[in-house]
């Protein structure tokens, strides 16, 4: 009988009672502010983190998940009987992450003999950040529990990265700047003529797609933008960052045009905040023609 777990990094921003309550493994990213190192999710809370960010002028750092911490938790679900661990990783081309998932596999492999024959693990790219990912996998984890087999989880979250995308509008760029990891951010020039832009996060890619000129069009522009690329009457999640004053305004405008109400409210984590910052509003649809 097969024995099934989802591993995966803090990046995801599922809720730490979710994770608890779920029974998922999250490897945890190490964020650095101020000389202070802490394990995402598990050491502060987003509101103490955000807070922090105010406090200071420094941009968080943050390292990969190497492999041997990687191999140590295969490792542990080993003895633990799993037959098989599906394992998903942030975006790889944002972070090294996934490949020393891929790393840290085969080490397992090579350190324990005939592990291959009791034990399958599946490293899937989740090509994208925060609750793009958290979020199918909390749905795999109800589907395994309703007798889904390793391959369908598999399939279902290929499936899932390859058509999904996150439209963001981060009010101001200073962190993606500083922190060089969101190209389609370093590239954007208009903020001196009171332009955002809204940012695709898709595909192992970041693309601005639109320009919004004042911060009293976000809402009606980000929702123009949405609703020309989402496949319609499919659930969308709201996320957010410090304040869900927009992220609220969003929804209602989203439910006056679609006429539903979003799946979900995800809060941004330290990982992704170090990255766009701690203030943002977006909106996670599935794409048309994907």
């Not at 979710?18 to 000389?35: A, K, M, N, Q, R």
């Not at 992450?97 to 399958?120: C, L, P, V």
């Not at 933008?225 to 957010?240: A, D, G, H, L, S």
């Amino acid at each position: 009988m097969s024995k099934i777990m989802i591993l995966t990094d803090s990046c995801c921003d599922i809720p730490k009672e979710t994770i608890e309550e779920l029974g998922i493994t999250v490897l945890p990213f190490e964020i650095t502010l101020d000389g202070k190192t802490f394990r995402e999710t598990f050491d502060v809370t987003k509101q103490e983190f955000y807070e922090m960010m105010m406090k200071t002028n420094e941009v968080p750092k943050h390292s990969q998940i190497s492999p041997s911490r990687f191999e140590e938790e295969y490792k542990r679900l080993y003895d633990e009987g799993y037959t098989d661990i599906i394992s998903v990783s942030i975006n790889s081309e944002g972070s090294g992450t996934f490949n020393n998932s891929i790393i840290g596999r085969d080490n397992f492999f090579e350190n324990n003999s005939g592990a291959e024959k009791n034990i399958r693990i599946f490293n899937i790219d989740s090509r994208c950040y925060t609750i793009f990912y958290g979020y199918p996998i909390m749905e795999s984890v109800k589907k395994i529990r309703k007798g889904a087999s390793a391959e369908d989880i598999v399939a279902y979250l290929e499936e899932w990265f390859s058509v999904c995308a996150i439209y963001a509008v981060p009010y101001n760029l200073k962190y993606a700047r500083k922190s060089g990891r969101i190209s389609a951010a370093a590239a954007f020039s208009g903020e001196l003529l009171g332009l955002k832009p809204i940012i695709e996060f898709a595909d192992n890619k970041t693309t601005t797609v639109e320009k919004i000129r004042g911060e009293k069009n976000i809402v009606t522009r980000l929702v123009d933008c949405v609703e020309k690329r989402m496949t319609p009457q499919t659930p969308y999640i709201i996320i957010y960052g410090r304040d869900d004053a927009l992220a609220k305004e969003v929804e209602k405008e989203m439910h006056k045009r679609t006429g539903k109400k979003a799946e979900m409210f995800s809060q941004i984590g330290s990982a992704v905040a170090s990255n766009i910052g701690p203030d943002l509003v977006a909106v996670l649809v599935r794409r048309k023609n994907k």
